[in-house]
C-alpha cells in the first residue's frame, strides 16, 4: 500500500501513459534506467520544478512502455545521484522524494519532484533562460515570455495582470480599447473627458499607469479590445482569439468556411455566439398546422459552453486558443489547458477558474454564471431537446466538449446511454431530487410499457460504478431511486 501522500497519483499517472498505448505525459517521464548525462536530467528536474503540480520520473521501464524494472540495490545510488542533481545543478535548489514500488509485480523507482514555489528552475550552468518545462510529453526550454510569466508568477502577478502592451499614451488606449463596448457592457454612462475614461479603465485593472504613460493589461486586452491581432506583440494575444470552423463532413478533411474573432471577448461575445447559432443547421418541426425552425442545438449550451472555454482555458499554452468546430453531426468546443477538476464532476462541482480576473467580470456582464450552475444548465438543456448526452474530453494539453446532434434513441450507442444517465442522475441530485426508472424514461422519450428498456440502462450504469441506490437496504425495484456515485 502507498505510504507517502504522492505515491497513490504516480501510480495513476504512470497507468494512463501506458494504456491503452504507450504514450508520454507532461505530469511523467518513463526511463529504463538512469543516464550518465547529468545536464539533460538536470533539465528534466527542472521541467517538473516549473510545471504545475510537479511531475514524476519513473525508472525501469522501456522505451516502448514494457517493464524491465530496477535492479535491486541499485536504487539508492540513483535516487542519491539525482538528489545531488536537484540540491546542485538547478536554481533554485531542489528537494525530491523516492519510493521503490511493485507496479504489476515489477520493482520500479517512483521520483518525485515537486513545483517549486520560486519559479524559473533554470539549469544552474545557463542564465534564468535556461529553464525547462514540459510539454506535449516532451521536456523543452522555455521561451522567454515563458520565463517572464514565470517570474510573474512566482511575484504573485497573475497572467491578468501581466503587460500585454509596451507604455503607449492615452489616446493610444483608446485607439487600442474598445471604450464604447466597456461602458455598454458595465452600463454606464460614456464620459465625455479622456481623463474620466482612463481612470474607469484604471479601475477595472485593464490599463496601469506607468509615470505619464499606460499599460494595456493581458485582462483589459482579453476582454475588450478592438482586435487582438498584432496589437499586442509583448504577449502573443493573437494566437487567443475564437476560431470557428465549418466542415462539409463528419470529418476534417473539407473546410466549408473559417472564421477569427480578433474583438476582446466580452466585447465581441454576441458577435461570437450569434454567428455560430447562424452556421448551425435547423429542423423544421410541424406542429397544430404551424411549421417552426428548431436549431439542432439549444442556444443556452452553445453559449454556457463558449464561455467557459474563453473563461477557463490556459494561457500558458502557447500558440493556441479556443475553437468551434461544426460538423454536420456535432460541435465541438475546445480551449487550452486540461481542465482543473475532473469531467466526471463538471455538473457539481463549483467553477475553479485559472483566470480569476477575466471570470469576475463575464459574471458582472451576465456572460457567465456566477454560482458555477452553466453546466447544469446544458444539461438540462440537452435532455429538453431529447439530444445525446455531451461529451467533456480531458487531452493532453486541452478541454474538449462535444455537442451531438439528436439521434433516435435506437440508434445510440451503449456507452452514450450510460453517460446520459449518469449525467442525469446527477443533474437530479444537484436539483435536490433523485433518479428513477420513471425520470429515466422521461428523459430518453420511452413509452411506460417499456420501462424494461429504462431498467437495462440503469443496470449498466451502475455497472459502470457511476451510480448507486439512494437506499441500499430497500428491497423494491419498482420504486428505486438512485444517486451519484460521489454523493
Known sequence: MPTKPWEETAKATLDASLSPLPHEKNELD?????????????HHISAFANSPGGGFLVFGVGDDGSLVGVKEGNYLEMA???????????????????SILSYKDVELLFVYIPESIEKPVHYCRGTIYDSYIRSAGQTRKMT?????????????VSFEQEAASEEISAEQVIKYIDIQSFFDLLNKPFPTDTNAIIEELISENFIKRVNSLFIITNLGALLCAKKLYRLFPLSGLDRKAVRVINYEKADRLRTLKEREFT?????????IIQYINDQIPSNEIIGQALRQEVKLYPELAIRELVANALIHQDFQEIGTGPMVEIFPDRVE????????????????TPPQSRNEMIAAFMRRINICEERGSGIDKVIAAVELAQLPPPEFI????????????????????????VRACY??????YVSGSKMSNQSIRERFNIGEKNYPVASKIIR??????????????????????YIPFWA
Not at 474538449?400 to 433516435?408: F, G, H, M, Q, S
Open 423 to 428: 449525467q442525469h442522475c446527477c443533474l437530479k
Open 460 to 481: 449498466d450504469t451502475l455497472d459502470a460504478n457511476l451510480i448507486k441506490l439512494a437506499s441500499p437496504g430497500s428491497k423494491s425495484r419498482k420504486h428505486a431511486t
Open 80 to 98: 542519491k545521484r539525482l538528489g545531488n542533481i536537484a540540491r546542485q545543478s538547478v536554481v533554485p535548489a531542489i528537494r525530491i522524494d523516492y
Open 30 to 42: 518513463w526511463k529504463s534506467a538512469l543516464s550518465e548525462n547529468t545536464e539533460k536530467l538536470a
Open 394 to 417: 480531458e487531452t493532453e494539453n486541452h478541454t474538449k466538449v462535444v455537442l451531438y446532434a439528436p439521434r433516435p434513441f435506437g440508434k445510440m450507442e451503449k456507452e452514450e446511454k
Open 263 to 271: 474583438k476582446g471577448y466580452a466585447a465581441g461575445f454576441e458577435t
Open 333 to 348: 468546443i475546445t480551449n487550452p489547458g486540461r481542465p482543473l477538476v475532473n469531467t466526471m464532476r463538471f455538473i457539481d
Open 144 to 156: 522567454r515570455t515563458e520565463v517572464a510569466r514565470a517570474i510573474a508568477t512566482s511575484a504573485g
